[in-house]
C-alpha cells in the first residue's frame, strides 16, 4: 500500500462512502467492503481505507487481526472466519462435459469431412430398386464402419486443450495442429478432385457404352436399374473420398500426445494442455528464472579462505589445524539462530533440507561438509546459555553472541558482511591457529587478492571473527561499537546459491539444438551476470547484452512511455540477462519477441513462472511452464506444463519429448500418405477400368486398421533420443512433410502400384491361376485378388520399417528394439494376416494360399527395405520438381484469432497507460493553476539568484516531454541482501509497485514525473515544506 500514497492526483470521496457499513458476524467490515477495497486503485484506496477505517491500523483492528502477528491460533474463530468471508483459496475450475468433449472432437477438419461422407453414404445405403438388394449397402456398410474408431480419436486431444469465452483473445493454435489443419484441408481437396472425376468417369463410361455403344434408349421402365448404377458409382466416388482423407491423423496425433505425456511425467513434465508437448518442439527461445530453476535455491559455501590459504572448494577436515576447525565450529554453531537447521532429507536421494535463514544454513552446511557436526554444540551450549547476543540488522550487518568460559572470560563470536566486519579485525589466525596481527594493509591486500575474486565470481563473502575477554575484565554490553571491535579473524567465507550441476550441460544442449536461453531475474547485475556466465548463456566473445529492467525499458519505449515494437526489435535478439526486472517486463519482453517479425521465421517462446504476478507472461507465451514446488496456484492455473522439480533440465526434455512428437506425426503421415496414395489409384484405376476395386470393403477396412490405429501405435510410440537435440527448431513455417519425405512418399507409392498392377492385369499368367477380373457377382473368392490383397498387406508392413526415418538415414533398424510397441504391432499384424488370409474365407474375400505363394507375397514386400534405400541413394536436391507440403502459417500471415489477439490483449502497461494518461492531463491541469499562483512569489525567490530555466507552461510540459525513469527494490529476497530486517527494509525502501496502479508504467518499474531542470529543483525549487511552491513541488 506504501506506493499508493506517492500519488500526486488528488481523489475527493463520493458523499456516500461516508457512512459506515453495517457489522459482519462482529467483525467491522463485510465482505463486500472488502472487495470493493480490492477493486480500488492507487491513491483512491488508500483514501478508501483513511475515510472508512482511519487507516491500516483500524482496518486491522476492525477485522480482529495484528499486521505483525497475524490470526490467532484459534479453530473457533477461523472457522467463524471461514463462514463469513470464505475460503483462501482459488476454486477448481469446472470440468467439461463429456457431451462438449465429443462435439469438441467433432470440430476437427478431418472428421467433418468424413462426417459428411459417411452422413451422404449412409443415406443413399437405404436406397434399393424393387425386388433386388443393392450392393451399394455392402459397400457403404464399410464406408460407415470406417468412421466408427474416429469419432472418439480426436476427443483425448481435445479434453486437455482449454478454450476460453469468445470475447477472451485466443491463444494462437498450436504450431503442429495449424499445420495439420491446413494439411487435411489440402488433402481433403485432393480427394474431393479425384472422387468427382471418378464418378464423371464412371458415368460416362456407363452412359456411353450404353446408350451410343450399344444404342439402348433410355425406357420409363429401366429408370431403377440406370439409378442403381448411378447411386453405385455415387458410393464409388465417395469411396475414394473416404480413403484418400488421412482419418487416422487425429488419432495418431493423440495417440503421440498421450504416449508422451505420460512418459515426460517421469520426467518432471506434468502437461496440463497436450498441445504444448508439440508446441515445445519448435520452442527457439526460453525465458527462465535463476532461483530455482537454473540455481539450487540452497545457499552454499563454495569458497573459503582459512589459515592463510584460499581454498576453491570444501577443505578436507585434516587440512585444517584443530584449533581453527574447532574455533569455525563454535562459532558458526552458537552465532546463528538456533532455530536455523539442517535436518535430513525427505526422501532418499534427496538433498538435507534448510530450515531458517538461508545464509546462516549455508555456514551450518560447511560445518557438516567439514565433517563436524553443530547439534552436540549447540547441546552444550544451549540458547538460554547465551550472555549477549546482537542480532542482526541492516545497519551493522553483522551479528554477534557472547558467551562465558569456564575460566570466568567471555568469548564473542562475530560473522557478516566482510567488508564491515574486517575493519574491526587486529589479528589474524594464520595456517598454525595462531594469532597473526591484521593491518590495513593487510586488510588491503586481503579484499584485492581474496574478497575481490569472489566478488567476481558472483559470491557473497561473510566473514567469521571472535574475540576473547579475560575474567575480570566484563565490557560494557551496551556499548556495541566497543564490545564488537579488536576482533581476531577466523576464517572469510564466499557463499551463493549454486548453479545446478546438470543445467549447464543442459543449457549447451539448447544452444547446440537452436534455442536461446535468456534469464529474466529479480537479481542485481552482477549476481546474475555470473551466474549467467557458469550456466553458459552468456560465452566471452560473444555479442550480448546484459540489461536491469529500467534500462530495457528506457530502451523500448518513446518518449511517451509507449512501448514500440522496432524499438524492442533492436534489443531481444541480444538479449541474455534481463536483472532487476518485474512480472511486467518479462510479459513485454515475451510479447515483443512472439509478435516480432525480423527473423526468418517467427518465434516460439517457453516461459517460466511461479508468481502470481508471472500469470500474464505465462499466458502470453506459447509454452508456460510454471514451478511445482515453489510456484503459486495462480502460476500453475496460468501454465500449460508444470515442472513438478523446478529443475532447468526437464525443461530440455520437454524439447526432446516435444520434438518426438513432431516426428512421430511425420512418420505417421510418410506411411500413411503412401497407403493413401496407392489406395486411391488402385481404387480409382480399378473402378474406371474393371468397374470393381481389386480391395474389397471388408479388406480396405483392415488396411485402414493397419495404417490408421496400428500404425498410430508403432509409429507414435518411438521413443526420444539426444540426436534430436542436434538440429534445429522446425518452427513455425517449416512444412510438415519435407521434400525427403516426399521423395520417399512418391517413391514407394511407385514401387507399390508398379507391383500391384503387375498382379492386377498379368498376376494369374505369372502364377498361373484363374483371373480374377471380371468375375460374376456372387463368384467366391479368387487366389488372384488374394495375392493382391496378401502383397499390398506385405508392403505396408515392410514400409512401416522404412517410415521410421525422415531425414534420408539409410538404417532403419536403428533403435527398432528399443521401442517394444513397434515390434509388437509388426509381428501381431503379420499373425493376424496369416489367418485372415489362410481362414478368412468368403466373410474378408480371401482364398487359402499355397507356401509358394506366400514366400513371393514376402519377397516382394521385403523388396520395400531394398527399394527404400535405392530412395535413400537419390539426392534430395536434385529433385527439384518435388514441392513440400503442410507448411505453416507464414510469419506476414495472420488468422482470425489472431487478428483478434491483437485487438484484445494490449500489453499491461500500455492499457495502464490509457487510464493513466487521463489522471496525468488533470493532474497536470491543477499544476498549471498552481503555476500561476507561484509567479506571484517568483520576484521574492529569485532576489539575488540567477533565474532559472523552467517550463512554467502546460503546454511546454507536452510539447518537450521528459521522464525520469527511477529505480524501485524488490520486495523479494537477494542474493546479496538475504540478511536484510524484513521489517527495517521495508521501512527504508519503497515497496514493489502495483499492477493496478493509474500510472502507465508503474507496473514495469518505471516512475514518470514530469522533468523540471535541474537548477530549478537544486535552487528556486528547493522549498520550505508549508510554503506554496514546495505545495507544487510535493504535486509534481
Not at 86 to 114: M, R, S
Not at 176 to 196: D, F, P, R
Not at 577 to 584: D, E, H, I, K, Y
Amino acid at each position: 500500500m506504501g506506493d499508493m500514497a506517492n500519488s500526486s492526483i488528488e481523489f475527493h470521496p463520493k458523499p456516500q462512502q461516508q457512512r459506515e457499513a453495517p457489522h459482519a458476524g462482529g467483525f467491522g467490515c463485510t465482505l463486500a467492503e472488502l472487495r470493493s477495497l480490492m477493486e480500488l486503485r492507487g491513491a483512491e484506496a488508500l483514501q478508501k481505507i483513511q475515510e472508512a477505517y482511519g487507516d491500516v491500523g483500524g482496518l486491522c483492528r476492525r477485522l480482529k487481526t495484528s499486521p505483525t502477528e497475524g490470526l490467532a491460533d484459534n479453530t473457533n474463530d477461523l472457522e467463524k472466519r471461514r463462514q463469513i468471508y470464505g475460503q483462501n483459496f482459488i476454486p477448481p475450475k469446472q470440468p467439461k462435459t463429456f457431451l462438449q468433449l465429443v462435439w469438441e472432437a467433432l470440430q476437427d477438419v478431418t472428421l467433418i469431412i468424413l462426417e459428411v461422407a459417411a452422413i451422404v453414404s449412409l443415406g443413399l445405403s437405404f436406397y434399393a430398386p424393387p425386388g433386388e438388394e443393392s450392393e451399394a449397402k455392402k459397400q457403404d456398410g464399410a464406408v460407415a464402419m470406417e468412421m466408427q474408431p474416429l469419432k472418439s480419436a480426436e476427443g483425448g486431444e481435445m479434453e486437455e486443450r482449454e478454450k476460453k469465452k469468445a470475447n477472451v483473445p485466443k491463444k494462437e493454435k498450436s504450431v503442429l495442429q495449424g499445420k495439420l489443419t491446413k494439411l487435411a484441408v489440402q488433402i481433403g481437396k485432393a480427394g474431393l478432385v479425384m472422387s468427382a472425376i471418378t464418378v464423371i468417369i464412371l458415368v460416362l463410361y456407363f452412359v456411353i457404352e450404353t446408350f451410343v455403344v450399344d444404342g439402348r434408349a433410355w425406357l420409363a421402365e429401366c429408370t431403377p436399374v440406370y439409378v442403381q448404377y448411378f447411386v453405385k458409382f455415387f458410393i464409388i466416388g465417395v469411396t475414394v473420398l473416404v480413403v484418400a482423407v488421412p482419418e487416422g491423423l487425429p488419432l495418431a496425433v493423440t495417440i503421440s500426445l498421450a504416449y508422451s505425456v505420460k512418459k515426460m511425467m517421469k520426467d518432471n513434465n506434468l502437461v496440463r494442455h497436450l498441445d504444448a508437448c508439440e508446441t515445445m518442439g519448435n520452442a527457439t527461445a526460453i525465458c527462465s528464472d535463476k532461483t530455482g530453476t537454473l540455481t539450487t535455491n540452497r545457499m552454499t559455501v563454495v569458497q573459503s579462505y582459512l589459515g592463510d590459504t584460499h581454498y576453491k572448494e570444501v577443505p578436507a577436515p585434516n587440512a585444517l589445524t584443530p584449533k581453527i576447525l574447532d574455533l569455525l565450529v563454535h562459532a558458526i554453531s552458537i552465532n546463528s539462530a538456533y532455530t536455523t537447521k539442517i535436518l535430513p532429507p525427505e526422501k532418499e536421494g534427496a538433498l538435507p533440507r534448510q530450515v531458517g535463514n538461508k545464509t546462516e544454513c549455508a555456514l551450518l552446511g560447511f560445518v557438516l561438509d567439514l565433517k563436524r557436526d553443530f547439534q552436540p554444540v549447540r547441546e552444550q551450549i544451549p540458547e538460554d546459555k547465551l550472555y549477549k547476543v546482537y542480532t542482526f540488522n541492516s545497519v551493522r550487518k553483522s551479528m554477534s553472541t557472547a558467551i562465558r568460559m569456564p575460566d570466568g572470560g567471555f568469548r564473542l563470536f562475530s560473522k557478516g558482511a566482510s567488508e564491515i566486519l574486517l575493519k574491526k579485525c587486529t589479528n589474524i589466525l594464520n595456517s598454525n591457529g595462531e594469532l597473526r596481527g591484521f593491518r590495513p594493509r593487510d586488510r588491503d591486500d586481503m579484499v584485492k587478492k581474496i574478497i575481490e575474486p569472489m566478488a567476481c565470481d558472483g559470491l557473497r563473502t561473510i566473514c567469521i571473527a571472535y574475540r576473547d575477554f579475560s575474567a575480570g575484565q566484563e565490557p560494557d554490553w551496551d556499548d556495541e561499537n566497543e564490545v564488537v571491535g579488536d576482533l581476531t579473524c577466523i576464517a572469510v567465507v564466499g557463499i551463493e546459491d549454486p548453479v545446478r550441476p546438470e543445467v549447464p550441460e543442459a543449457i549447451r544442449k539448447c544452444q547446440r539444438a537452436g534455442i536461446t536461453v535468456r534469464m529474466v531475474t529479480g537479481d542485481n547485475i552482477n549476481t546474475a551476470r555470473a551466474i549467467a556466465a557458469k550456466c553458459g548463456i552468456i560465452q566471452p566473445g560473444e555479442d550480448f547484452l546484459c540489461l536491469e529492467g529500467k534500462e530495457f525499458n528506457r530502451r523500448i519505449r518513446n518518449e511517451k512511455g509507449e512501448i514500440e515494437q522496432e524499438r524492442l526489435d533492436k534489443v531481444w535478439p541480444k538479449l541474455r540477462v534481463l536483472a532487476r526486472s518485474s512480472p511486467t517486463d518479462k510479459h513485454t519482453l515475451v510479447k515483443g519477441i512472439i509478435d516480432s517479425t525480423t527473423g526468418e521465421q517467427r518465434q516460439v517462446v517457453a516461459v517460466t513462472g511461479d508468481g502470481t504476478n508471472d500469470g500474464p507472461a505465462l499466458k502470453k507465451a506459447d509454452v508456460g511452464f510454471a514451478m511445482g514446488i515453489a510456484g503459486t496456484d495462480v502460476a500453475k492455473e496460468a501454465s500449460d506444463i508444470i515442472l513438478t522439480d523446478d529443475n532447468f533440465t526437464s525443461i530440455v526434455k520437454a524439447v526432446m519429448w516435444g520434438r518426438n512428437v513432431y516426428d512421430s506425426i511425420s512418420k505417421f503421415l510418410q506411411f500413411q500418405l503412401t497407403v493413401n496414395v496407392v489406395a486411391v489409384i488402385v481404387a480409382f484405376t480399378g473402378a474406371c477400368i474393371t468397374q470393381d476395386s481389386p480391395l474389397k470393403a471388408v479388406q480396405m477396412l483392415w488396411v485402414n486398421l493397419i495404417m490408421d490405429t496400428f500404425a498410430s501405435l508403432a509409429l507414435a510410440t518411438e521413443p526420444p533420443t539426444e540426436s534430436l537435440l542436434l538440429r534445429k527448431p522446425y518452427g513455425r513455417d517449416k512444412p510438415l512433410i519435407s521434400r525427403t519425405m516426399m521423395k520417399n512418399i512418391l517413391g514407394h507409392a511407385v514401387y507399390q502400384l508398379t507391383i500391384i498392377f503387375t498382379l492386377l492385369f498379368v498376376g494369374e499368367l505369372f502364377f498361373d491361376i484363374d483371373s480374377g477380373r471380371n468375375a460374376p457377382l456372387h463368384s467366391p473368392p479368387s487366389e488372384h485378388y488374394t495375392i493382391i490383397f496378401n502383397t499390398f498387406v506385405m508392403m505396408q508392413l515392410f514400409n512401416e520399417i522404412n517410415a521410421r526415418k525422415i531425414h534420408g538415414e539409410r538404417n532403419v533398424f536403428d533403435g527398432i528394439f528399443s521401442n517394444p510397441i513397434f515390434c509388437t504391432i509388426v509381428l501381431g499384424t503379420f499373425a493376424i494376416q496369416i489367418v485372415i488370409v489362410q481362414f478368412g474365407g468368403k466373410p474378408f474375400s480371401c482364398s487359402p494360399l499355397s507356401t509358394e505363394q506366400w514366400l513371393w507375397c514376402l519377397f516382394v514386400g521385403v523388396g520395400e527395405l531394398v527399394w527404400g534405400q535405392v530412395i535413400a541413394t537419390i539426392p534430395t536436391s536434385q529433385l527439384k520438381c518435388l514441392k513440400e507440403a503442410g507448411h505453416g502459417p507464414g510469419k506476414d500471415e495472420m488468422t482470425d484469432e489472431e487478428l483478434a489477439e491483437g485487438e484484445e490483449e494490449i500489453d499491461h502497461a500500455e492499457r495502464e497507460l490509457r487510464r493513466g494518461q487521463i489522471l496525468w492531463f488533470r493532474g497536470l491541469n491543477r499544476i498549471q493553476t498552481q503555476i500561476r499562483v507561484v509567479k506571484a512569489f517568483r520576484s521574492s525567490l529569485y532576489e539575488g539568484l540567477e533565474k532559472p530555466e523552467s517550463k512554467t507552461s502546460i503546454h511546454n510540459f507536452m510539447a518537450t516531454p521528459e521522464f525520469l525513469i527511477n529505480d524501485y527494490t524488490h520486495n523479494i529476497p537477494l542474493i546479496d541482501d538475504t540478511d536484510v530486517d524484513e521489517n527495517e527494509e521495508r521501512l527504508r525502501a519503497p515497496p514493489p509497485p502495483s499492477p493496478n496502479q493509474n500510472n502507465n508504467a508503474i507496473d514495469s518499474g518505471i516512475y514518470l514525473t514530469t522533468h523540471v531542470t535541474k537548477s530549478a529543483t537544486s535552487s528556486a525549487f528547493s522549498s520550505s515544506p508549508g510554503s506554496p511552491l514546495h505545495s507544487m513541488e510535493t504535486s509534481l
